[in-house]
């Protein structure tokens, strides 16, 4: 089966431009994750979908990200205006949502503020 | 709250010699625990995962973790490193479908 798919995978901007992540799931997982990992991190938790509905995103920071998930498939992650500490790679994931099962992690976004 | 705690940022083995990648967790519920493995520029990989059907699970490229509730660990182990295995490891909770990482833990192997 196709993996998650992510686009870009490397986007560099300057602080307080906007910025735009793309993110395919695999076909029939209900749920989707998007994770910031900065450099030397683990993965951290932005926001989880349980297929078009936010199901948590408590440490998604609301005065400058937004994400969306038309239709229950794709999602779109964006940040405006973007700070210097945003500089991190993105990670999408998806699962059949049941907390046993595995999430499916795509290659990340890569983005680079200056 | 739900947590994990990996011991140890930076593990240097040699090749040939036992891996020992530490996890410990904090859960409310009986938790499900995962291992991921990231090479460089890429997402995360599946290695093991524990849901209660066997405290000793094995996974893939000759890794294996055991779940012990009394000491609240899932450590990672591996007999035999090899040069393939140098990557960042994370040791991960799942309860009610979200998934909790750990600060990760980088495997270096040497000659």
């Known amino acids: 089966e196709a993996g998650v798919a992510q686009s870009p995978r490397y986007k560099i901007i300057e602080k307080r431009q906007s910025v735009a992540f793309w993110c395919n799931p695999i076909?029939?997982?209900?749920?989707l994750y998007w994770y910031q990992q900065i450099l030397g991190q683990g993965p951290k938790l932005l926001i989880q979908f349980q297929n078009n509905g936010v199901v948590d995103d408590s440490q998604l920071p609301k005065d400058r990200f937004s994400a969306e998930r038309l239709k229950g498939v794709d999602s779109t992650l964006k940040i405006q205006p973007a700070k210097l500490e945003d500089s991190a790679v993105y990670l999408c994931?998806?699962?059949?949502?049941?907390?046993?099962?595995?999430?499916?992690f795509g290659q990340g976004t890569r983005l680079t503020v200056v | 709250a739900q947590s994990v705690t990996q011991l140890g940022s930076h593990v240097s083995v040699s090749e040939g010699a036992l891996v020992l990648l530490r996890c410990n967790y904090s859960s409310s519920v009986p938790p499900y625990l995962f291992w991921y493995v990231q090479y460089p520029n890429q997402g995360l990989q599946l290695l093991l995962k524990?849901?209660?059907?066997?405290?000793l699970v094995k996974g893939i490229n000759g890794f294996e973790a055991e779940f012990k509730k009394s000491e609240t660990s899932f450590h990672l182990t591996k007999p035999s490193a090899h040069m393939s295995d140098a990557a960042e490891y994370f040791c991960?909770?799942?309860?009610?479908?979200?998934?909790?990482f750990g600060t990760g833990t980088r495997l270096q192997v040497t000659l």
């Open positions: 994931a998806s699962s059949h949502g049941q907390v046993n099962t595995e999430a499916f």
């Open positions: 991960a909770l799942g309860t009610a479908s979200k998934l909790t």
């Open positions: 524990y849901t209660s059907a066997a405290t």
């Open positions: 076909s029939g997982h209900a749920t």
